[in-house]
C-alpha cells in the first residue's frame, strides 16, 4: 500500500501548538521545514526558543531538500500500537547541516535493504491535519 491509502499503519497524531504546528503541516505542499536561526543560518531540531550555536532569538521556519542518508536504524518487530510488523525506525541525517537529524519511517524498502549511509528522501503521509514525514530510498 502506498503512503496515506486506507490500511497504512496507526499513527498517535501530535498536539499541535504555536511552536510545532509549521513543522507538522509543512507537508501539505510537499516540503520539509525546519526553524533556522536568521542570524547565523544553523537549522534547528526540534524547536526551540533560541539558538544552540549563536543564542539568536530570530528563528523562522525554512524548507529544506528532504534529501538525507541513514545516520542508524533498528526494525522494530514488536506490535506496541497495532501496526503492522516488522518495520524500519530510521534516524536520518539531513543532506543540508551535519547534525540535522529526524527520526523516522522507512517505507517502500524491504527490510534487509535497509543500510546505514543509505541515500533517501522525504514522503508524507496525511492524517488530518498533520503530514506525517516518512523516508524512502532514494536512488540519486
Same mark, same amino acid.
Given at each position: 500500500? +502506498?503512503?496515506?491509502? =486506507? ?9 499541535? $501548538?504555536?511552536? &510545532? @504546528?509549521?513543522f507538522w ?9 525546519? !526553524? @533556522?536561526?536568521? $542570524? ?9 526558543? @533560541?539558538?544552540?550555536?549563536? +543564542?539568536? =532569538?530570530?528563528?523562522?521556519? %525554512? ?6 542518508? #541513514? *545516520? $542508524?536504524?533498528? =526494525?522494530? *518487530? ?12 530510521? !534516524? =536520518? ?11 523516522? &519511517? ?15 528522501? #522525504?514522503?508524507f503521509e *496525511? @492524517?488530518?491535519? #498533520?503530514?506525517?514525514?516518512?523516508? %524512502?530510498?532514494?536512488?540519486?
Open positions: 500500500m +502506498g503512503v496515506g491509502e =486506507v490500511g497504512a499503519p496507526f499513527r498517535v497524531l501530535p498536539a499541535l $501548538s504555536e511552536d &510545532n @504546528r509549521f503541516t509543512s507537508g501539505s505542499d510537499g516540503r520539509l521545514r525546519f !526553524l @533556522r536561526c536568521q $542570524s547565523c543560518g544553523y537549522y534547528l531540531h526540534p524547536p526551540s526558543p @533560541r539558538c544552540p550555536r549563536c +543564542g539568536g =532569538v530570530e528563528l523562522a521556519p %525554512e524548507p529544506v531538500s528532504g534529501r538525507g542518508t #541513514v *545516520h $542508524s536504524f533498528t =526494525v522494530n *518487530h514488536q506490535s506496541w500500537d497495532g501496526s503492522p510488523e516488522p518495520y524500519a525506525l530510521v !534516524l =536520518v541525517e539531513l543532506a543540508e547541516q551535519v547534525g540535522l537529524r529526524l527520526t523516522s &519511517n522507512l517505507v517502500g524498502c524491504p527490510l534487509e535493504k535497509v543500510c546505514i549511509g543509505m541515500d533517501v528522501r #522525504v514522503v *496525511h @492524517r488530518e491535519p #498533520v503530514w506525517f514525514p516518512l523516508f %524512502e530510498p532514494d536512488d540519486r
